[in-house]
């Protein structure tokens, strides 16, 4: 074979393998889509209740005093009622010391992508 043979099979092989990338690239970029989906929701779930959130810490305690007058008594002392409302304090401190270390938002963040470090 001659060297042009040659230099046309290279250069065959490496139209080969710059199609089989982009078709690999093309494959990632749908799996990543598709994994994107479920969290998309949780995000725009989240987004939501920070816009109710506000309104919820307001009615939240006169919900709780016309709920405690319209029950009586013996729902809190026993069952399940009276164990959901002595955790509940505890559950709510929980959530606020998750929420006091949690980032706020993602543009506060600046991301570099993998290696952009390694040049530094």
């Known amino acids: ?33 598709q994994l994107a989906r479920p969290l998309a929701f949780v995000d725009r779930l989240h ?14 305690p006169v919900i709780g005093v016309f709920a405690t007058r319209r029950m009586s008594r013996s729902h809190f002392r026993r069952g399940k009622l009276g164990v959901l409302f002595s955790f509940l304090p505890v559950a709510l401190d929980i959530w606020k010391g998750f929420n006091a270390v949690r980032p706020r938002r993602r543009e506060e963040h600046e991301y570099e992508p993998m290696g952009a470090s390694a040049g530094k």
């Open 1 to 33: 074979m001659s060297a042009r043979g040659k230099l046309d099979e290279l250069i065959q092989r490496k139209q080969i393998l710059e199609a089989r990338i982009a078709l690999r690239r093309i494959e990632c970029q749908i799996a990543s889509a």
């Open 47 to 60: 987004d939501g209740w920070e816009r109710v959130a506000p309104w919820v810490k307001l009615a939240g």
